[in-house]
């Protein structure tokens, strides 16, 4: 059964960081590109970053600079490295891959919040 396991998910203050983690049971992501996205309430899913099979990597322009998206495929995980956390970027992150192959896991949590 492939799954996609995303954890690193918390409540942090402004300013802060967390690291998440997507990893991949089941199949190989190693010759996908992969995406984090991310869910607000009341708002439609969004692409925060993408990385390539290659290791290119884009970001959203509200994250560019804060954001860093990397891979290892030989854990079969992507993680989103997230610094200078803004109250905005609260909201539940995903990860799957572009294009998407797999069902949506279960995503983790960010709260950013004094």
């Known amino acids: 059964q492939v799954q996609l396991v995303e954890s690193g998910g918390g409540l942090v203050q402004p300013g802060g960081s967390l690291r998440l983690s997507c990893v991949l049971s089941?199949?190989?992501?190693?010759?996908?590109?992969m995406v984090w996205y991310r869910q607000a309430p009341g708002k439609q899913r969004e692409l925060v970053a993408r990385?390539?099979?290659?290791?290119?990597?884009n970001y959203a322009d509200s994250v560019k600079g804060r954001f860093t998206i990397s891979r290892v495929n030989a854990k079969n995980t992507v993680y989103l490295q997230m610094n200078s956390l803004k109250p905005e970027d609260t909201a539940v992150y995903y990860c799957?891959?572009?294009?998407?192959?797999?069902?949506w896991g279960q995503g983790t949590q960010v709260t950013v919040s004094s």
């Open positions: 089941g199949s190989t992501l190693r010759n996908s590109a």
């Open positions: 799957n891959s572009d294009p998407r192959l797999w069902s």
């Open positions: 990385i390539g099979a290659g290791g290119a990597t």
